[in-house]
Antibody
Framework: QVQLQESGPGLVKPSETLTLTCSVS????????WGWIRQPPGKGLEWIGH???????SYNPSLKSRVTISLDMSKNQISLNLSSLTTADTAVYYC??????????????WGQGVLVTVSP | DIQMTQSPSSLSASVGDRVTITCRAS??????LNWYHQKPGKAPKFLIY???TLHSGAPSKFSGSGSGTEFTLTISELQPEDVGTYYC?????????FGGGTTVEIK
């Protein structure tokens, strides 16, 4: 089955830009939607955004001015860029596939997640 | 934004108990409601879509019901592997939102 693996820096400084990469195995990003969800320590889940294989994107309005999600078809990878970081961006970041069937959609599978800490 | 509210925020139950979690939407979302289970230290796993359709591979002890603004997730007989946090998520609007979670513990 499709597996997702996130990678990126564990520690970044305030005001910097975070770049995370998600490698997809046993499947192709040339179909379906692919996206990111984050979870601050001890808190709930927040949808960041997703991208369709055609390049169509949708972002959470609360993050839209700072977020870019992109696909690298040659590497079968999804990337997340989040700029102007603050300590409030400290969270576990999950890579997800968004599946759509008969108008319903859901997130499955999820990557294992990567903890990103924003600190001076 | 569609706000999702779960209750209770936490519960403690005995092995074998029937457990019910409620999720309320701030507006009508028809049956565009998903459920996930997050074990401690792990990524969430998808359980149910369309409010009541069990995802293939999800245990049959989980069931969902509801439509409109009120939904429930039921665990028929609680087992130790069911501990963790359960989240509802609406897929009705383009801004996808989650409930705050319900943490389930074994008494």
């Amino acid at each position: 089955q499709v597996q997702l693996q996130e990678s990126g820096p564990g520690l970044v400084k305030p005001s910097e830009t975070l770049t995370l990469t998600c490698s997809v195995s046993n499947g192709s990003i040339s179909s379906d939607f692919w996206g990111w969800i984050r979870q601050p320590p001890g808190k709930g889940l927040e949808w960041i955004g997703h991208i369709f294989h055609s390049g169509s994107k949708s972002y959470n309005p609360s993050l839209k001015s700072r977020v870019t999600i992109s696909l690298d078809m040659s590497k079968n990878q999804i990337s997340l860029n989040l700029s102007s970081l603050t300590t409030a961006d400290t969270a576990v970041y999950y890579c997800v596939r968004r599946s759509i069937v008969a108008a319903h959609n859901w997130f499955d599978p999820w990557g294992q997640g990567v903890l990103v800490t924003v600190s001076p | 934004d569609i706000q999702m509210t779960q209750s209770p925020s936490s519960l403690s139950a005995s092995v074998g108990d029937r457990v019910t979690i409620t999720c309320r939407a701030s507006q009508d979302i028809r049956n565009y409601l998903n459920w996930y289970h997050q074990k401690p230290g792990k990524a969430p796993k998808f359980l149910i879509y369309g409010a009541s359709t069990l995802h293939s591979g999800a245990p049959s002890k989980f069931s969902g019901s509801g439509s409109g603004t009120e939904f429930t997730l039921t665990i028929s007989e609680l087992q130790p592997e069911d501990v963790g946090t359960y989240y509802c998520q609406q897929s009705y609007s383009t801004l996808l939102t989650f409930g705050g979670g319900t943490t389930v513990e074994i008494k």
